[in-house]
């Protein structure tokens, strides 16, 4: 079990950039696979990309490759997701997660824990 804390979200323009953090409490950290969600207003939560604990291989979206970028630092227990070139289509409330699997799964299914969520609006 990991307890997670988002921030870092805010009021971007298009164009711009935004380093979302997930702080993580909890001895298993180091052995779960971190993962990105977002829900826009009306729509289901859906995957943003995701890290894995034993080699750090990396997962995303079709929608975020090449924008997004996922990290993460065992040593401080933080999980980051630096988001460049924002479109408003990216306006969502981001959710870190973890999952205790091997590979930077894309299921929502298969992640156990969550944060509250960090609010990021871009404005057109």
């Known amino acids: 079990q990991v307890q997670l804390v988002e921030s870092g979200g805010g009021l971007v323009q298009a164009g711009g950039s935004l380093r979302l953090s997930c702080a993580a409490s909890?001895?298993?950290?180091?052995?779960?696979?971190m993962g990105w969600f977002r829900q826009a207003p009306g729509k289901e939560r859906e995957f943003v990309a995701a890290?894995?604990?034993?080699?750090?291989?990396?997962n995303y979206a079709d929608s975020v490759k090449g924008r997004f970028t996922v990290s993460r630092n065992n040593a401080e227990n933080t999980v980051y997701l630096q988001m460049n070139s924002l479109k408003p289509d990216d306006t969502a409330v981001y959710y870190c997660?973890?999952?205790?699997?091997?590979?930077?799964?894309?299921?929502?299914?298969?992640?156990?824990?969550w944060g509250q969520g960090t609010q990021v609006t871009v404005s057109s």
């Open positions: 997660a973890a999952a205790f699997v091997f590979t930077p799964t894309d299921r929502y299914a298969a992640y156990r824990n």
């Open positions: 909890g001895r298993a950290f180091s052995t779960a696979t």
């Open positions: 890290i894995g604990w034993r080699d750090g291989s990396s």
